[in-house]
């Protein structure tokens, strides 16, 4: 199914009229029909309010153009077993059981290995096989190639918290204070920004797994401020409500 069709599903096994879906999630009624026509599709801060209503991930209401594993385990992800952070929102880089209400399961590998060698391990599949296979696996898979630069989750907890005070830091005009930062995928963040000469650029990696967040604007209107950072740059850019007209404010090398 297409992402047109699939808003259409879901918006009327809900219940719900096309007003009625455009005002639980801040649009105007006119985008959810040009969606629902396959005119345009909802934007990267649209589609997540999306996702939190219907309780599906961004990926399925996409088409599911990518096959999510968690990136602690390797477990495929199906909407039932995704993560999901404190606020209710998907969060599709791990299962449930490895990252639950803003926090990590497992901070030692062989600990995770161990769990999996007892519980997969079957008349075709032996437990020496799974820890060879997992052994494998995990250093291969975002959360611990993360935990082999920065030692483990104390350590990361202190540097996400070292990264927002450099973020507020910058006393952008109009942007609250950043209190969290939770794990973005790079091609949920990875806008195309428009240079002086006209031309666009694009400044993330679509595959790489990044710090972010969203905030509103101190001043309300439709503009509202993203923030992607990692351990080596900070970026701040503003966009309208539907994720269209990105603009950069600041990239800023650490």
């Not at 998907?90 to 290995?113: Q, V």
């Not at 611990?144 to 989750?153: M, P, T, V």
Request: glycine share 8%; charged share 30%; aromatic share 10%.
């Amino acid at each position: 199914m297409e992402t047109k069709e699939i808003i259409l599903d879901l918006r009327t096994r809900n219940g719900l009229s096309q007003d009625e879906l455009a005002e639980k999630i801040f649009v105007t009624r006119q985008a959810v029909s040009r969606w629902e026509n396959g005119e345009t599709i909802p934007g990267i801060e649209t589609l997540k309010l999306l996702s939190k209503l219907f309780d599906v991930s961004i990926n399925t209401l996409l088409g599911s153009p990518r096959k999510l594993i968690c990136q602690c385990c390797g477990m495929p992800l199906e909407d039932s077993v995704i993560s999901k952070e404190k606020d209710g929102f998907f969060n599709e880089e791990y299962c449930k059981w490895c990252y639950s209400d803003g926090r990590f399961t497992y901070d030692d590998m062989n600990a995770l290995i161990e769990f999996c060698a007892e519980h997969m391990a079957n008349e075709n599949f032996s437990s020496d096989q799974v820890r060879e296979y997992m052994k494998g696996l995990l250093p291969t898979l975002n959360y611990w190639k993360r935990y082999s630069e920065l030692g483990g989750e104390e350590n990361f907890d202190l540097f996400k918290e070292k990264i927002i005070d450099e973020i507020n830091s910058l006393n952008v005009e109009g942007m609250p204070k950043v209190e969290r930062l939770d794990t973005v995928k790079g091609d949920e963040v990875n806008f195309e920004y428009r240079l002086p000469n006209g031309k666009t650029v694009k400044l993330l990696n679509d595959e790489v797994t990044y710090l972010g967040c969203r905030l509103d604007c101190l001043f309300g209107g439709e503009r509202h401020f993203g923030v992607v950072a990692n351990m080596d740059f900070i970026l701040v850019y503003t966009y309208e409500e539907d994720g269209t007209d990105p603009e950069l404010l600041i990239y800023k090398k650490r």
